[in-house]
C-alpha cells in the first residue's frame, strides 16, 4: 500500500514567521507532487506543484523535493492567519508504464498562524 | 466561472436511499476523476476517466457506487441503497492530458449526510 505520511499537527506559528510543512512517501518512483490547501469545509486548492529535487518558489511559498529521501517539504515565509488551513501533500501514483492517474494524499497538516 | 462544478453542494438524505451527483469539468480537460474525503483524512482515490472511458476504480467503489461520463464531459456518481457510512464528501476534479506532470484541479465538493 503505497503511503503519504504527514505530521497532522496543530503547527502553530506567530505571524511573519516561516512555516515548516514536511511530507514523506513511500512510492519510490513516483515523479510528481503536490501541495494543496484546504479551508475548513471547503474543497482542497492547488497551491505548488513540483516534479524535480530541488527548490521551487511561487510568491511566499517555498516547496522542496528530495527524491532520494522520499521527502517533500513546503515553507511559507511572512505568515498570515489567511494561511491557517490543513495543507495536504499529495503524490502521483507512478505510472510503470500503465494508466494511473490517481493522487495519493497525505492526512494533512492543520497550520495555525498567530496574529 | 470556468472551474469544475458541482452538484448538488450538499445532499441529506435516508439511509437506504440512493442520491446521484453531478460533475461538470473544466471544458478542456479530458480527465476526471472522482474522490472522497471524510473528516481529518485526505481525499481518497474512488475513479477515474479519460473521455468516457472508466480506465481505473478503487476497490473502495463498491458495488453500490457506480459512476459513468456518457459523452466524455459531464459525469455522475450514484451511490445506491445509502449507508451512514457513506457520510462524506464527494470531490470530482479534472485535468488536461499532458506528457508529464499533468494538474489536477478539484471542485467544490458535495457533502453528503446519511442519517
Known amino acids: 500500500q503505497k503511503e503519504v505520511e504527514q505530521n497532522s499537527g496543530p503547527l502553530s506559528v506567530p505571524e511573519g514567521a516561516i512555516a515548516s510543512l514536511n511530507c514523506t512517501y513511500s512510492?519510490?518512483?513516483?515523479?510528481?507532487f503536490f501541495w494543496y490547501r484546504q479551508y475548513s469545509g471547503k474543497s482542497p486548492e492547488l497551491i505548488m506543484s513540483i516534479y524535480s529535487n530541488g527548490d521551487k518558489e511561487d510568491g511566499r511559498f517555498t516547496a522542496q523535493l528530495n527524491k532520494a529521501s522520499q521527502y517533500v517539504s513546503l515553507l511559507i515565509r511572512d505568515s498570515q492567519p489567511s494561511d491557517s488551513a490543513t495543507y495536504l501533500c499529495?503524490?502521483?501514483?507512478?505510472?510503470?508504464?500503465?494508466?494511473?492517474?490517481?493522487?495519493?494524499f497525505g492526512t494533512g497538516t492543520l497550520l495555525a498562524v498567530q496574529p | 466561472d470556468t472551474g469544475v462544478s458541482q452538484d448538488p453542494r450538499h445532499k441529506i438524505t435516508k439511509r437506504g436511499q440512493n442520491v446521484t451527483f453531478r460533475c461538470d469539468p473544466i471544458s478542456e480537460h479530458n480527465r476526471l476523476y472522482w474522490y472522497r474525503q471524510t473528516l481529518g483524512q485526505g481525499p481518497e482515490f474512488l475513479t477515474y476517466f479519460q473521455n468516457e472511458a472508466q480506465l481505473e476504480k478503487s476497490r473502495l467503489l463498491s458495488d453500490r457506487f457506480s459512476a459513468e461520463r456518457p459523452k466524455g464531459s459531464f459525469s455522475t456518481l450514484e451511490i445506491q441503497r445509502t449507508e451512514q457510512g457513506d457520510s462524506a464528501m464527494y470531490l470530482c476534479?479534472?485535468?488536461?492530458?499532458?506528457?508529464?506532470?499533468?494538474?489536477?484541479?478539484f471542485g467544490e465538493g458535495s457533502w453528503l449526510t446519511v442519517v
Open positions: 512510492d519510490r518512483v513516483s515523479q510528481s
Open positions: 499529495a503524490v502521483k501514483e507512478s505510472d510503470y508504464g500503465g494508466a494511473t492517474n490517481k493522487l495519493i
Open positions: 476534479a479534472s485535468s488536461r492530458e499532458v506528457a508529464s506532470g499533468n494538474t489536477i484541479y
